[in-house]
């Protein structure tokens, strides 16, 4: 069977281990998915504002939809906010809400019940997808990109209305997470990609991610993405065996960037050796990363998907 090619999802749940440039990856994926012509967004969670800034604009205020250019989008979720926006639509009524959220026992039950805001925040990104959006005149997006925590906070977070629709089973709660289940658990729909860099510590991350999504999720990881890859100048017996032009630290600069490249081809093989989902790269970033750069790391993905899917 044929997997659905990832720009043909609704959803893509970007996560990995922290600092291995997630949001890079988020904001680059999103500037490939809208050069595709489809209406983009790239959406953030826990109150996080780095991608704005990858896409070359200035970080709005929480839970506000900004169009960065045609066709492409960003967010960060504010879960107090869509909490709101789903208790309106569930009532029909938005003084009824603001009555409600307004109330203090309201406020320690949120805060009290586990998972309560990944839910709301993991049914946001959801709700960004679907044509019928709970907002009045609000569109929804062709394909939504986010991205999550870190990897062990990711997986709680998309495994939330699973929980929420096992414990309620019955009513709008149980059926509103049902439908976001629905399309998590539906790899045409949705998909989960992993960031990682060319290390030890990284790589044995993103294998273990990859056991415990399908052990927690039900489902696998449908995409690697090394970052931060350096070119191979040189082995190390060649860096070693050069003629000291320049000077001996010259040398010696070589020989230690040789060592790095050598360790980082270790790691990639044993990740593509112990990876089932497919494994795509993506060269070293000298400096700082610009808008720029995300725009030419997002045509280097999507050439690669192209390539994997021709």
């Known amino acids: 069977m044929t997997a659905t090619p990832l720009f043909d999802r609704s959803m893509?749940?970007?996560?990995?281990?922290?600092?291995?440039?997630?949001?890079?990856?988020?904001?680059?994926?999103?500037?490939?998915?809208?050069?595709?012509?489809?209406?983009?967004?790239?959406?953030?969670?826990?109150?996080?504002?780095?991608?704005?800034?990858?896409?070359?604009?200035e970080a709005g205020p929480l839970g506000e939809e900004r169009e960065v250019e045609p066709g492409l989008w960003t967010a960060s979720i504010d879960p107090d906010d869509a909490l709101k926006a789903w208790l309106a639509r569930q009532l029909g009524s938005r003084p009824l809400v603001n009555i409600l959220t307004r109330s203090d026992l309201f406020g320690y039950f949120v805060a009290a019940a586990p998972g309560a805001r990944e839910l709301v925040t993991m049914t946001r990104v959801w709700e960004m997808s679907q044509r019928d959006r709970w907002r009045k005149g609000d569109q929804g997006y062709d394909i939504v990109?986010?991205?999550l925590p870190?990897?062990?906070?990711?997986l709680g977070m998309i495994r939330a209305p699973k929980t929420f629709r096992d414990i309620a089973r019955i009513g709008p709660i149980a059926?509103?997470?049902?439908?976001?289940?629905?399309?998590?658990?539906?790899?045409?729909?949705?998909?989960?990609?992993?960031?990682?860099?060319?290390?030890?510590?990284p790589v044995s991350e993103a294998l273990d991610l990859e056991?415990?999504?399908?052990?927690?999720?039900?489902?696998?990881?449908?995409?690697?993405?090394?970052?931060?890859?350096m070119t191979r100048r040189w082995t190390p017996a060649e860096a070693a065996s050069l003629d000291g032009q320049g000077g001996g630290r010259a040398k010696g600069a070589a020989v230690?960037?040789?060592?790095q490249t050598a360790m980082q081809q270790r790691q990639l093989r044993r990740l593509r050796g112990g990876a089932t989902a497919p494994v795509l790269t993506l060269p070293r970033v000298s400096g700082v990363v610009t808008p720029e750069?995300?725009?030419?790391?997002?045509?280097?993905?999507?050439?690669a998907l192209a390539g994997r899917a021709g």
């Open 150 to 154: 870190a990897s062990g906070h990711a």
């Open 145 to 147: 990109i986010a991205d």
């Open 211 to 229: 056991g415990r999504a399908v052990e927690t999720l039900g489902r696998p990881v449908d995409l690697i993405v090394v970052n931060d890859l």
């Open 293 to 303: 750069v995300v725009r030419d790391l997002g045509a280097r993905l999507a050439s």
């Open 12 to 57: 893509v749940l970007v996560t990995g281990k922290g600092g291995v440039g997630k949001s890079t990856i988020a904001a680059a994926l999103g500037r490939a998915a809208a050069a595709r012509g489809l209406r983009t967004m790239v959406c953030e969670v826990s109150q996080q504002s780095r991608v704005a800034a990858l896409l070359g604009a």
């Open 175 to 201: 059926s509103q997470a049902g439908a976001v289940v629905e399309t998590l658990d539906d790899p045409a729909r949705s998909a989960l990609v992993a960031v990682t860099l060319p290390g030890e510590l």
């Open 256 to 259: 230690r960037e040789a060592a």
